[in-house]
Every structure is written in structure tokens, then in C-alpha cells.
């Protein structure tokens, strides 16, 4: 592999943790009960992760070109296959380091309400006592949080549906563009230009439904109609969902690159 797949792969696999841990600052609103400090550094996490993914697109560029070149594209197919792993792998450790960062941001949250500046808690974190205070946070997941899978009767099945659906569109969507072009070179800038609108509808899906949802949650937790291992069991269903929308990328890599090449002929 080049060294622009793997910085890809790299910086694939740090954007989906911290995808995925971003959801447990929502445990964190209700442990500590600052919910709009919490939510605000929610949405820096999730704009940092939702936007990242764009870096795809320019470091594979040389690669892409290389590929139309060599007339190969089951290539080019065979890198995207292992980035879309390497989703899933970080997707699966940032739902197992979740108890961890919850007691870390937790922390975080106390941290900016005293300093009230994101440049300042950043400092504060990589300073010694911020590291002390983070190796005092490692904790190990419970299996009780995972036997809580078993009761999906009890949870909005709508809600765990779009959000798988709006993470593997999120996860494969420039990878999708990226391949649609390779398959058809001619096309290859209206295909690359497509994956705004796949990001867009995605994004439009998690802002709309997700994280309403889980907002409206917190308020009812907040009001004592739910209790909070019924809001933790919902978090680890949607996190769940994360996993599965990667796997699902997988299978939506090829179909969906011929749609954007089909699309792309029509526009």
C-alpha cells in the first residue's frame, strides 16, 4: 500500500473512535447533569467526526489516478474494502473504551466550566495531572452492558434502523464516489461531486431523527419519566447500530458506486 492509503487508514481508524465516543458524552449530560456544557462538546466531537471523512477523497486522488491508468479498478476496490474495516475495528474499540471516556469527560465537562475554553481543557488533557486523571479513568466494559442487547423489544426499532442506515450511507458514501469514478473515468468529477449529496442526506437523517431522539431522551431522564439505564440501554443499541452500519458499507460499496455512476450519467 502507498503511504497516502495508509496516513487514509490512519486517520480512518482515529475519526470512527471518535465517532463513536462522541456518544458518550450523552451519558455524561446525565451523570453530571450539565447539559448544555455536555451537548456542546457533543457537537464538536460530531462535527469533527461527520467532516472529517472528506480527507478521503484528496489523499486517495493519486491513487485513484493510478488506478485509471493501470485499467485495474478490483485494485482500488481491495484498499477501500480494508478502510471500511478498519470503520468497523475503530467503531468496535471506541464502543469498548466508551465506560472509560464517559468518566474522562465527565471530568472534561467539570473542567470547562471552570476554565469555559476548549483550547484551555486541551491543554489541561495532555498536562501531567490531565494524564493522571485519565489513567485513574480506565475501567473495563461490564457484561451486563452487552446482555442489554437482548431486550431490543423495548426499543424504538425506527430509530435503531435509520441510524444504521444513516451511519453506512456517512461510512461508505466518498468511498462510493471515489469507486463510481474509476469505474466510469469520464464521469469521474460529477461522481466525486456526488458525495456531498450522500453525505448531505445522511447527515440530514442523524440531525433530523438521531440525535433529537436521544435529546428528547435526556429531557425525559432529566424529568424522571426514564430512567437512566433505559437511556444507557438506548445508547448502547445506537452505538450497536454504529458496528452494524459499518459492516453494512461493506456490502453497499459496489451496488452503490454503480447507482453514483448511473446518477452521474443522467445529471
Known amino acids: 500500500m502507498s503511504i497516502q492509503v495508509i496516513i487514509v487508514l490512519i486517520l480512518t481508524f482515529i475519526i470512527y473512535i471518535i465517532s463513536t465516543l462522541a456518544y458518550s458524552v450523552r451519558t455524561v449530560a446525565i451523570k453530571t447533569g450539565r447539559i448544555a456544557i ?9 462535527l ?9 477523497a484528496p489523499l486517495m486522488a493519486k491513487t485513484i489516478e493510478n488506478t485509471i491508468e493501470t485499467g485495474h479498478p478490483e ?21 469498548l473504551l466508551m465506560p472509560t471516556f464517559i468518566k474522562v469527560f465527565s471530568k472534561a465537562v467539570d473542567c470547562f466550566s471552570i476554565h469555559r475554553s476548549i483550547p ?10 490531565g494524564i493522571e486523571q485519565f489513567k485513574s479513568s480506565v475501567t473495563k466494559p461490564k457484561r451486563e452492558n452487552l446482555a442489554q442487547l437482548k431486550n431490543i423489544k423495548m426499543m424504538p426499532k425506527k430509530i435503531i434502523l435509520l441510524n444504521i442506515i444513516a451511519f453506512s ?9 471515489l469507486y463510481a469514478g474509476c469505474l466510469n473515468p469520464s464521469l469521474r468529477t460529477t461522481c466525486s461531486s456526488l458525495s456531498a449529496v450522500i453525505n448531505g442526506i445522511a447527515t440530514i437523517l442523524m440531525f433530523v431523527f438521531i440525535d433529537p431522539f436521544i435529546s428528547m431522551l435526556t429531557d425525559d431522564v432529566i424529568k424522571g419519566e426514564c430512567t437512566e439505564d433505559q437511556f444507557n440501554r438506548c445508547i448502547i443499541f445506537i452505538v ?7 459492516i453494512l458499507a461493506q456490502f453497499l460499496l459496489v451496488p452503490g458506486a454503480k447507482l453514483i455512476s448511473y446518477i452521474a450519467k443522467l445529471i
Not at 455536555?38 to 460530531?46: C, D, E, K, Y
Not at 485494485?75 to 464502543?95: E, K
Open 169 to 177: 450511507i456517512s461510512t461508505v458514501g466518498i468511498l462510493a464516489s
Open 240 to 246: 450497536g447500530g454504529l458496528i452494524v452500519g459499518t
Open 48 to 56: 469533527i467526526s461527520r467532516t472529517a471523512n472528506t480527507i478521503q
Open 38 to 46: 455536555s451537548f456542546a462538546v457533543f457537537n464538536i466531537f460530531a
Open 75 to 95: 485494485d482500488l476496490l481491495f484498499i477501500f474494502r480494508w478502510i471500511l474495516f478498519s470503520t468497523t475495528l475503530a467503531t468496535i474499540i471506541g464502543a
Open 120 to 129: 484551555k481543557l486541551l491543554l489541561h488533557g495532555f498536562s501531567k495531572s
